[in-house]
């Protein structure tokens, strides 16, 4: 099967921007759209993948339909004039889409490399496609796309590090504490990176989140999300005696902590060490409070600061993972030649195996009577010589291709042998 046969048609973050993405993405699910995409003229197969950042449709095209007339349409609807699809539009066939899939499993073409949501919206989008749209083409594609993004998962560090400011602060705790297991969390404000701060935390086992804030009501709707509870902002100083992560993202325009502040909330505490996250701007908390010892502050610039870092990480990471995608890339393409070749290869050994049966048969009853051990011999001898005979023109039709040759040895082959290609 041509590897041209597959085609991809997508728009995302890159080449699209959010008004006309979000005009496309899936508001009522997978099953409509799908089979409206599957039911398209020339498509055998289909998948269709929706997230905030991308839609990509792949089909497996039959050989001489023109897809790029049809796909488009399917995939703007009424959101974009015609003329304007090759502004949005990127469309990939054969070897480069398969390429493209594999980097979008891999978080290589995400927003954010190496985040890992992206698999997991692949795999439900499959999961639906697998009901019906994909064949088996798309079902081996979609599954090689998850084995790659686990190889580039093993074989790489490009999840490792955290490359988010709420992630960040997470990663530079479990660094102070070694475990966040049993670790108190203490919100001081309800901003939005905070509270982001405060989940990721939640989801590495810290044991109680408490939540000090101006109003107290919204203190309670912050604490019910992380079953925790809500203190008043006057009770701050008894919460910093427990604590042991604080989280701090108040609107106010002053410092409102000060290094003599904690001097003698360190000595309640017996000098146990207390992790201080300002995302404040201004500043919430005093930069002195860093000169006492065992408390580690870390304001939003530290934590930008660890985020560029970590970036230029995983930008290192990526080069082995695309090194990663690049072979899979091949693999599959083998495999989809092989697909090819093999009605040939079929062929050539049923025409080798019917012509020393039909010579054994005419052979046999001139031999006269025979052991069943002589007649074994000589079936033995034959399949022997049919073997060895085709030993040859089977290693040309299995050998690495470079792109393009396929079709040809397939020719050559059907000509030589004299057959013409079943699945043709």
Known sequence: MPSEMIRLYGVNHKTTPLAVREQLALSSGYEEPLSRLVALPGCREAFLLSTCNRVEVIVVAEHGVDMDAIVPSFLFGDAVHPDKYSEYLYNYQGDEAVHHLFM??????????????????????????????????????????????KRVRTETKIGSAAVSISYAAVELA?????????????????????????????????????????????????????????????????????????????????????????????????????????????????????????????????????????????????????????????KFRNWLDGLAVNPTIAALRRKGEAICQAELERTLPRLGDLSVQQRKALEKMSAAICSKFLHDPLCYMKSDNHRDQTAAKIQIIQKVFGFEDEHS
Do not use: W
């Open 174 to 330: 479990r660094k102070i504490f070694g475990g966040l297991q049993n670790k108190k969390v203490l919100l001081i404000g309800a901003g939005e990176m905070a509270e982001l701060a405060a989940e990721n935390l939640m989801g590495q086992g810290v044991a109680e989140v408490a939540v000090a804030n101006r109003t107290l009501a919204n203190g309670v709707v912050l604490a019910r999300r992380f079953r925790g509870r809500a203190v008043a902002l006057d009770e701050l100083m008894l919460e910093l005696e427990q604590a042991d992560i604080v989280i701090s993202s108040t609107g106010a325009s002053d410092v409102i902590l000060h290094c003599d502040d904690m001097r003698p909330i360190m000595r309640a505490r017996r000098n146990k060490p207390i992790f201080f996250i300002d995302i404040a701007v201004p500043r919430d908390l005093d930069p002195a409070l860093n000169e006492l010892e065992n408390i580690y502050l870390y304001d939003i610039d530290d934590l930008n600061n660890v985020v560029e870092m970590n970036k230029s990480g995983r930008e290192r990471e990526a080069i082995s993972a695309r090194r990663i995608v690049d072979e899979e890339t091949l």
């Open 104 to 149: 979008v499993a891999a978080s290589l073409d995400s927003m954010i490399v190496g985040e890992s949501q992206i698999l997991g919206q692949i795999k439900e989008a499959y999961r639906h496609a697998s009901t019906g749209a994909a064949g088996p083409i798309l079902n081996k594609l979609l599954h090689k796309s998850f084995s790659v993004a």
